[in-house]
């Protein structure tokens, strides 16, 4: 059990930085996702916290001590890799006890320990099988079963989950999230997957570049971006942009696009020049109605909803609507958006402008 925290942390590798100055908690107890792109700085700063590279400066705190002194085998800590290495000359039960053999815990607790996570990770059946012959799955569950038998403060997982296809990533995804909720013990996994995340994490920090551009629950973050890089990073298909030239003053509840008023929730903050507008594909509709027109491109089938291409003013959009609506490629139709949930966003670095409906759930990085 364990409150990780970490200020101000920073990594320059020579004249690169890899970790621009982060700081966050980890909540005791929580399953925690650092996600982001390849080459963001998800991997050092996890490393960072278990030790296995020195910061450049900032601190880390395991339940309120300060560790950056102590090395990765002194902070109580279990990190899991992508490959998982087992002893393949020892069986199942030998696999996970060993952690426990070299450090001289008593035989007879050994055994109980090793019992218990078998029980846990549903594996007592093959204890006594040699490693060998066992599936991929259940080559994962020893090595799980080896991380958590030392019953350590936190868990470190490295995309563990990354070698695996598909489907079978999904089971694993949902095991690990079921055995996080048995044992509850802490957990930071790095993943570049969204979907993975937005599974398995209570709360998400979003890293692009080096810096953490968004931290809050999986549906926090899908609802309400920060920025126009999260909003593009999660979701699929991800949130359309509109971009245009214009104004919004605070308190404005409308932008104008292509000569048409569209309503926004209420601004609590005023900017002009190049402003995107943010709307999530499934609060897009088609309504004979609307003033803003679009001409629809092509249609993708789903199943029980489509993804319906669509060319505008502003540039292209898509809009996930139900498969029972009948559409035809080269027809114009009009554009409405649910209000409620569009954002905002100015500047060069696309931050969401605060308004009525993000505001207190928005927190930048
Ligand atoms: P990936 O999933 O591809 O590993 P990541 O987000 O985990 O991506 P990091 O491994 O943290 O990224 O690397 C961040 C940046 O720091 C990358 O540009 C990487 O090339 C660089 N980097 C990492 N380790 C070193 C090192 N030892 N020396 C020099 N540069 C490094």
């Known amino acids: 059990m364990a409150q990780i925290r970490i200020e101000k942390l920073r990594k320059e590798f020579g004249s690169f930085t890899a970790v621009q100055s982060s700081s966050f908690t980890i909540e005791d107890g929580e399953f925690f996702m650092l996600l982001g792109p390849s080459g963001c700085g998800k991997t050092t700063t996890l490393r960072m916290m278990a030790g296995l590279e020195l910061p450049t ?10 560790v950056g002194m102590k090395r990765a085998s002194q902070r109580d800590i279990a990190f899991v890799f992508q490959m998982f290495a087992l002893y393949p000359h020892m069986n199942v039960r030998r696999n996970i006890a060993y952690p426990l053999l070299s450090q001289g815990v008593a035989k007879a ?3 109980t320990r090793v019992e218990d996570v078998a029980r846990i990770l549903r594996i007592e059946s093959i204890l006594d099988k040699p490693v060998g012959g066992l599936s991929g799955g259940d080559r994962q569950r020893v090595a799980l079963g080896r991380a958590i038998v030392r019953r350590p403060k936190a868990f470190f997982m490295d995309e563990p989950l990354g070698a695996l296809d598909a489907e079978f990533r999904e089971h694993m995804a949902e095991e690990l999230r ?12 790095v993943t570049h997957d969204q979907l993975e995340a937005m599974q398995m994490g209570d709360k998400i920090a979003v890293m692009n570049h080096g810096v ?14 920060a920025t126009r890089f999260v909003a593009d990073f999660i979701g699929s298909p991800p949130m359309n942009f509109l971009e245009f030239q214009g104004m919004i003053g605070i308190g404005g509840d409308h932008v104008v696009l292509d000569g048409q008023r569209i309503a926004v929730p209420t601004s609590r903050q005023g900017a002009e020049g190049a402003l995107t507008l943010g709307v999530r594909p499934e609060h897009v509709r088609l309504s004979d109605a609307s003033p803003y027109r679009a001409r629809i491109e092509a249609a993708e089938y789903l199943g029980t909803t489509q993804i319906v291409r669509l060319a505008t003013a502003n540039g292209p959009i898509k809009a996930r609507i139900s498969s029972a609506d009948v559409v035809r490629p080269g027809e114009t139709v009009g554009l409405d958006f649910d209000s409620r949930t569009l954002t905002l966003f100015a500047g060069e670095r696309g931050r969401a402008l605060v308004s009525e409906a993000n505001e207190g759930v928005l927190v930048h990085g």
Not at 57 to 66: K, W
């Open 57 to 66: 400066s900032g601190e880390i705190f395991i339940d309120g001590d300060e």
């Open 109 to 111: 607790d050994v055994k």
């Open 178 to 189: 079921a055995l996080h909720d048995r044992i509850g013990a802490t957990t930071v996994y």
């Open 212 to 225: 953490v551009e968004q931290l809050g629950p999986p549906q926090q973050i899908y609802d309400w971006p």
